[in-house]
């Protein structure tokens, strides 16, 4: 199985949830970059679980030990390999079911192609604690882009019938900042309040949520990107689908303009301070593939965590007999809330290994 992604900064991420521990090789950081691991770990924090009671309980400190690839705080052009060790599992949990897929989760697949020797103990390497790897990778690749004036920032756009406000058309690094320093990550903490009311009345039914994580890129240039099957919708889509529990990706106005007329979503042009923009950005930033130097904008739906605490049924896969099932352990109530550094994690890999693509390793713009 391949749980890779990139080209010229190709990430491959391996571990189990309940295993020795998870991490990430990337090979392509160009060399010479220099890493602040205090602002790195302050990115990790914003997905670790064991914080309050809108998240899992699971204490996991989230602190990547560096193998490779970082000399004396600098990138040194050799792969680098981090890993995050397991310290708060709670296997038990998970042997009585050991033989019942729970309803909404991989097991069934994952037992499926394994021939039945997957490890599903908190959903094994399918589990959403595979994110914590690619928040290394992308929390590097956001420095990055941040030196070369390239912004990277999401927020919890909507959970249940719960919406925060919409990004502004050109949304600056201090919103970026702003939301990355609350929970819920919204931009209107009013709403973040019914966000957070929606959730605790999901959790406290003994049920679980979806949501919609909006991210969005400024400051690239116009260019970036290629036509069909290279563009910079397509490398996005195929790396945020890698995300455990996303089932929708959407550019700009996204479905909405299904429902729209040309004159509608056609974003006019014009010239603005000796620059080419458009009035709107219904594009998300994307014309052909290719970025039209607007920000980029891309919406992540999130499914409903699987794992909830009601009866459900499955089958037992040993004796092919109908079953019911209790699903016991420790769950997010909706996982989109911790998705959003997540989102940009993986939307700064992409987007650094397209300019990387381009320019070469000195990734200049």
Request: charged fraction near 20%; hydrophobic fraction near 40%; aromatic fraction near 6%.
């Amino acid at each position: 199985m391949s749980s890779e992604f990139g080209k010229n900064l190709k990430i491959t991420i391996f571990g189990e949830s309940h295993g020795a521990g998870v991490g990430m090789v990337a090979d392509g950081f160009p060399a010479g970059e220099r890493i602040d691991m205090d602002a790195l770990g302050r990115f990790m924090a914003r997905r670790r679980p064991g914080q309050g009671g809108l998240v899992t309980p699971r204490n996991e400190k989230d602190a990547p030990v560096f193998l490779s690839g970082i000399v004396d705080g600098k990138t040194c052009g050799s792969p680098v390999c981090a890993v995050i060790m397991n310290t708060d599992v709670r296997s038990g949990d998970y042997e009585s079911i050991s033989d019942l897929p729970r309803p909404g989760h991989a097991d069934y697949t994952a037992w499926v192609k394994s021939r039945g020797n997957a490890d599903l103990r908190g959903g094994g390497h399918f589990s959403g604690r595979l994110t914590a790897p690619l928040c290394i990778a992308g929390g590097m690749a956001i420095q990055i882009l941040a030196r070369r004036g390239v912004y990277v920032g999401a927020h919890l756009a909507s959970v249940g019938q719960a919406e925060d406000l919409p990004f502004p058309q050109e949304p600056s690094r201090a919103i970026f900042e702003a939301v990355a320093g609350r929970m819920p990550p919204v931009i209107d903490e009013a709403r973040g309040k019914a966000i957070t009311a929606e959730i605790e009345r999901a959790a406290a039914r003994q049920d679980s949520l979806g949501g919609v994580v909006a991210c969005a890129v400024t400051g690239l240039p116009p260019g970036l990107g290629s036509p069909m099957f290279g563009g910079v919708e397509n490398r996005l889509a195929a790396a945020i689908f890698g995300i455990p529990a996303v089932k929708g990706v959407e550019f700009g106005a996204g479905f909405a303009a299904a429902r729209m007329c040309g004159s509608e979503h056609n974003d006019p042009f014009l010239v603005e301070d000796g620059r080419i923009k458009t009035a709107s950005n219904n594009s998300g930033g994307i014309l052909g593939g290719i970025t039209t130097g607007m920000p980029v904008l891309v919406q992540a739906a999130f499914k409903p965590t699987p794992s909830i605490f009601r009866e459900q049924q499955t089958v037992s896969l040993s004796a092919m007999t109908p079953e019911k099932v209790r699903i016991r352990g420790r769950h997010d109530p909706c996982v989109a809330l911790r998705a959003v550094p997540v989102v940009e994690a993986v939307t700064a890999a992409v987007i650094l290994g397209m300019i990387l693509e381009e320019n070469g390793n000195a990734a200049t713009l």
